[in-house]
């Protein structure tokens, strides 16, 4: 006899599959992903056979929250880039990922994990973020709202980094405040933090052509306080010592 499957049972099933994911979201991002599919279930409001027969698998139901939540994060940047200008749509949805990873799964880390996580329920999707957020962040460099030297994994990088800082603070305000401080060094204004010269006073350090290491000659850095040094460094210095006479 062939059981017949109506639009009822196909729609009770898609219910219960939604409720199953937004109950292993909540659950993952209160608890950690090694809470049990049972504590899951009841969540949920549904059997432990529910969950099975939707999620084999404690992985494959950690995929699918995953694959869910960044699937929700594509749609988003893909409205904002729809509505807003390049360089709003780009910050405002960089800003999503960092609130969504903090409230939620550990978005941020699937988007840095290495090649060996994504399963086939999660690699499509995260090619999507992955080219949206470079779509994004090209249309705001030629709008002139973001750096040219900056590429995607810096910003996943950034994001990553955000995410966590943000999680830390208690003070939700202040750590926003923290995230956009950050965020703004992606901007074209902001200082070139990144070029070879030192980030110290410079009245406090200095190198002194004058003064030279008594080993190889290198001009040495000049402290306002302690000791004058004789060595650029810790080689330099045991090299010296070694050839002291033995008294």
Same mark, same amino acid.
């Given at each position: 006899m062939t059981t017949v499957i109506g639009a009822g049972d196909r729609s009770d099933a898609r @219910?219960? @599959?939604? @409720?199953?994911l937004s109950a292993a979201g909540e659950a993952f991002a209160e608890r950690g992903l090694d809470v049990p599919l049972g504590d899951i279930a009841r969540r949920?409001?549904?059997?432990?056979?529910?969950?099975y027969r939707h999620f084999p698998?404690?992985?494959? !139901?950690?995929?699918a929250v995953f694959a869910q939540q960044l699937g929700e994060l594509v749609a988003s940047g893909e409205r904002r880039t729809a509505r807003s200008a390049p360089t709003e749509a780009f910050f405002g949805f960089v800003l999503d990922v960092v609130d969504t990873s903090r409230s939620r799964a550990t978005?941020?880390?699937v988007m840095s994990a290495d090649a060996s996580w994504p399963r086939p329920?999660?690699?499509?999707? !995260?090619? @999507?973020?992955?080219?949206l957020l470079e779509t994004l962040l090209r249309a705001a460099q030629r709008a002139g709202g973001v750096r040219p030297d900056i590429g995607p994994d810096d910003v996943v990088a950034l994001t990553v980094g955000c995410a966590a800082m943000l999680t830390v603070r208690h003070d939700r305000a202040a750590g926003l405040r923290l995230v956009r401080l950050t965020l703004d060094g992606l901007r074209p204004s902001a200082p070139a933090v990144t070029e070879r010269r030192s980030f110290r006073d410079s009245r406090s350090l200095r190198t002194d052509p004058a003064q030279t290491c008594e080993e190889c000659g290198a001009a040495l850095t000049v402290h306002p306080t302690g000791r004058p040094a004789r060595y650029c460094g810790t080689t330099c210095r045991q090299r010296a010592h070694r050839r002291r006479p033995v008294s």
């Open positions: @219910r219960n @599959r939604a @409720r199953v949920a409001g549904v059997g432990a056979g529910t969950v698998s404690k992985q494959a !139901l950690v995929e978005v941020c880390d329920v999660l690699t499509a999707t !995260l090619a @999507r973020l992955h080219q």
